[in-house]
């Protein structure tokens, strides 16, 4: 069975002494959120995840969900009793405004707790993570009316929420979207449709579930420009807002799938159900645009969380399993073989999931506080700089974070050899569920031309400036320093790399989309290395300021040294090869016509 710790010290670090999130105590809710306050908050929610959710990841998986001739679906077992004290411990609205019942907590700590949450359990932590794409978009958008009635539940947890964008023809190009929705004399409407692959779209843990869901108003422009967005409770509400009549919605059907069992993932049928309009009218795509970056941070946290869960176990199977001799000689001479740790080709796959980990959760830590900035600030220039940041981070974290997610849950997979293979030790699981991170909330490749041709474009390139700025200001300050220059020197190479591939687009892909097309994943891939690269200099920065170095073997600061050069010397090098593929262009991707293949 695997185990999980939550990394409560490596947040710590990051928080107090790379972020110094104390600096922003002038935002609403930072100086509550006192150091001793963070820790244990930090504590509580890991024990949760340690003891509660994770002994129920392999249950989810087994059992799975399951849909009854009703149409109702029940959750794995343990689940209810698991999610009643997710919503007890007060977890799901930790972030949210406190005008509607939320906690007001840092965003950049309720995103540390979210990793728990995704690493111990993914598909569970899924049904809650989908209130909060769904508060995000009332929050933003929603009336009034709208924002009293449905946010204080869903910030609660009382009830759950759901994005429902796809159809069976269209996922990404929702421009070809079919669901309708009808004018009823009373302002609300009749929507009428089938959704597929609706995540957490039925399930037993809430007294109601607020779908919120794309359709096209009759006679609404064809395209993007003709969507709106409306609010489709699962039970409609009475005059004192409590769930009332059923609405005419339904799930007919939950997927077979590869991995997170534990959450139920439902075609729903919408018969003439009633719903409201939240925002404006054919402009359906912005709110669920906010529900979606919220999502699209989450799911790039699902990637960092799965390598990380499947990192401990891997570390800790390859400190237990005997197989040959170190290279140089016994390591271990009084056993009959030598720790699988000693092998250079099993540290190399550690110390690259370690590398990236460590990273991540600092990229993932960096924005959320940009986003608590954007959201809390006073100062109109800081909250734009901070949105501009989000904006462009979005897409990496979401895309990078992922990829290199699933790739590190083999990683972990291929340290238990045959091992790995068999469900028992629950690796498997790990590479199944990491996987669909990859996929949902616009698959990776849309990320990658999120990210190449929006946001780099967006307000002259403002984003892209301010953030190689930063970087480039960091380089100059410390590049002489000798302690931090084995860090800064590779980086400062990957940042002109990244420069090279933003002006080859400039110069090559206005008058040939394709050349954007074909290089944007490698593009985006090379921005993630240069924002990790990044994160390994300020946390470098931080182990020298504790003292890294002066306390001998077995100091978690000196081993950050250790890490940060591994990443220097063994990942950051892609960076080259992304940009020899950007250079490449389009060319030998595109020459072959559709029936060549
Ligand atoms: C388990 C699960 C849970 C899900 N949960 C939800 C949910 O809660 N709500 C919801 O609405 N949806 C949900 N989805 C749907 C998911 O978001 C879509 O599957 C995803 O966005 C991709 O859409 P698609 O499957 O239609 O693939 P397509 O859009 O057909 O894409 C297929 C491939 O083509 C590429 N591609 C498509 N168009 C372009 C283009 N213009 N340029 C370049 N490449 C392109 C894509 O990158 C992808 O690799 C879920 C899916 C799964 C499997």
Known sequence: MPTYRAPVDEVMFLLRDVFHVERYNNLPGFAEASPDIVEAVLAEAAKFCEDVLTPLNRVGDKEGCRRHADGSVTTPPGFKDAYRKL???????????????????????????????????????????????????????????QKARY???????????????????????????????????????????????????????????????LARID???????????????????????????RNAVSCGSIEEKMGIHGNATCAMNYDGATGWLTGEKHRGLYPM??????????????????SEVAY?????????????????????????????????????????????????????????????????????????????????????????????????????QQVFGGHGYIAEHGMEQF?????????????????????VGRKLPKDGGRALQAFLAEVSGFIKEHGDDAKLAPFVKPLAQAVGELQQATMWFMQNALGNPENAGAGSTDYMQLFGLVALGYMWCLIVQA??????????????????????RFFAERLLPAATTHLARIKAGAASTMALPAEAF
Not at 153 to 163: D, R, V
Not at 165 to 186: K, V, Y
């Open 543 to 564: 182990a020298y300021a504790k003292g890294a170095g002066a306390n001998g073997a077995g100091d978690p600061m000196a081993a950050k040294l250790v890490t940060a």
């Open 312 to 412: 401990q176990n891997a570390v800790a199977y390859a400190k237990e399993r005997l197989s040959g001799r170190a290279p140089g000689g016994a390591k271990f001479p009084q056993k009959p073989a030598d720790p699988i740790i000693v092998h250079p080709d099993v540290r190399r796959m550690l110390m690259t999931m370690r590398a990236f980990n460590e990273a991540a959760r600092a990229l993932v830590l960096w924005t959320a506080l940009k986003g608590d900035i954007a959201r809390r600030s006073t100062d109109a220039k800081e909250r734009e700089a901070a949105d501009d940041h989000m904006g462009l981070m979005t897409p990496v974290i979401k895309g990078v974070l992922t990829d290199q997610g699933f790739a590190n849950t083999v990683m972990a």
């Open 289 to 306: 645009f906010t529900m979606m970056n919220t999502a699209r941070l989450s799911v790039g946290v699902q990637g960092l969380a799965q």
């Open 87 to 145: 919503v007890d411990g007060g977890w799901v609205g930790a972030s949210a405004p406190t005008e509607f019942g939320g906690q007001g907590l840092p965003t950049v700590l309720t995103q540390a707790v979210r990793e728990f949450l995704y690493s111990s359990n993914m598909a569970f932590a899924m049904y809650s993570s989908l209130a909060l794409g769904a508060v995000a978009a009332i929050y933003n958008h929603g009336s009034a009316e």
């Open 219 to 245: 006679g609404a422009p064809a395209g993007t420009k003709g969507i709106s967005l409306f609010i489709v409770p699962k039970f409609l509400l009475t005059a004192d807002g409590v769930p009332g009549e």
């Open 151 to 213: 946010l204080p539940k869903l910030i609660s947890g009382e009830w759950a929420g759901t994005m429902n964008l796809t159809e069976p023809q269209c996922g990404t190009d929702l421009g070809q979207l079919r669901c309708r929705a009808t004018p009823q004399p009373d302002g609300s409407y009749k929507v009428t449709g089938t959704k597929i692959f609706i995540s957490a779209g039925e399930h037993d843990l809430t007294d109601n579930i607020i779908h919120l869901v």
């Open 431 to 451: 590479v199944r569920d990491a996987r669909i991170a990859m996929i949902y909330e616009g698959a990776n490749g849309i990320q990658a031309l999120d990210l």
